[in-house]
């Protein structure tokens, strides 16, 4: 049993970092560790979470369409907002200007792009209903 224990772990570790689909939060994670965080308030369930490239932002995507954007520095609050329909995946852009967001409102896929510092919506693409092309 103890030689298994190592091997779970790193399966545990590789499954993890796959499932988050962000090898930059999974290299991040002892360093952010190390450090004593706030206690970050979600009310809601939340399905995603997502650092900007240069590791300065933190995204959450909640249940009930509401969007945080924290500073990783201070943990303010740098853009909240609420879409009005669950929220299940979050990206920034490569720049961290903007935050996509993929939800899914009356059955259609819906895809928004916000702009962070601004704290505003730029646009919104939604799936056309495939048996009306």
């Not at 090898?23 to 997502?50: G, M, N, R």
């Not at 943990?75 to 907002?81: G, I, S, Y």
Request: aromatic share 12%.
């Amino acid at each position: 049993m103890r030689l298994l224990r190592p091997i779970i772990f790193f399966s545990m570790a590789l499954f993890v970092c796959s499932f988050l689909r962000s090898e930059y939060l999974c290299q991040s994670t002892h360093i952010l560790s190390a450090k004593k965080l706030p206690k970050l308030s979600l009310k809601d369930f939340v399905h995603d979470l997502a650092f900007s490239k240069d590791g300065s932002m933190l995204s959450a995507a909640g249940a009930g369409g509401k969007i945080s954007v924290w500073s990783t520095e201070s943990w303010n609050v740098l853009f909240e907002t609420n879409n009005g329909s669950d929220v299940i995946d979050v990206e920034f852009s490569h720049s961290g200007k903007f935050l996509f967001s993929a939800s899914v409102k009356n059955g259609k896929s819906v895809l928004s792009v916000w702009d962070v510092q601004a704290e505003n919506q730029i646009s919104t693409y939604t799936e056309s209903d495939p048996t009306k092309r």
